[in-house]
């Protein structure tokens, strides 16, 4: 009996799997200085001067009953609910950016689109002509209704972050 060298089949190496790469948090934006930020908000607030400039008389918010401030409150929770502002870290390059190729930025999209309708509703309640308000609001962009949304949302105090 001849004895040879015990052959086994040489196996091929398993291929190597490429180890996961960890994703690295996204860097963060060096805090803007105290200069920037004045500037930032003398332009924001040039900007919502001339989007209301022909804006016909609202109700003051030192007027408002229990229904108008109770109303506004309930547009800034919704907002809050349904997510139409994101947040600093989820990602995004702004709270109001959006990719319309991700469905669920779509669906973000919408409820924004919702959002800036129900304060165009809101303000015409708060008008102290509704009709003459109606028409002014005609053909306005949502530029237009965020403006006066973070008017009277400065003059209430409120904020996205707390409902007082």
């Known amino acids: 009996m001849t004895t040879g060298t015990n052959r086994t089949a040489a196996k091929k190496p398993a291929a190597a799997k490429k180890p996961a790469v960890a ?6 934006k060096p805090a803007p200085k105290p200069s920037e930020i004045v500037d930032a908000e003398l332009e924001r607030d040039d900007v919502v001067q001339e989007l209301l400039a022909d804006m016909p008389e609202l109700r003051p918010p030192h007027r408002f009953r229990l229904a108008h401030r109770n109303a506004f409150q309930n547009l800034v929770l919704e ?3 349904a997510g139409v502002f994101g947040s600093d870290d989820d990602g995004r390059e702004g709270m109001l950016s959006y990719n319309l190729d991700d469905p669920a ?15 165009d509703i809101w303000a015409e309640s708060i008008a102290v002509n509704p009709e003459e308000y109606a028409l002014w609001a005609e053909g306005k962009q949502q530029e ?4 006066l949304f973070t008017t009277y949302q400065e003059a209430l105090g409120e904020s996205g972050n707390s409902a007082n």
């Open 105 to 119: 930025d779509i669906e973000r999209f919408q409820k924004l689109n919702d959002f800036v309708a129900s304060i």
């Open 23 to 28: 994703k690295k948090p996204a860097a963060k």
């Open 144 to 147: 237009t209704f965020m403006a």
């Open 79 to 81: 907002a809050m609910k």
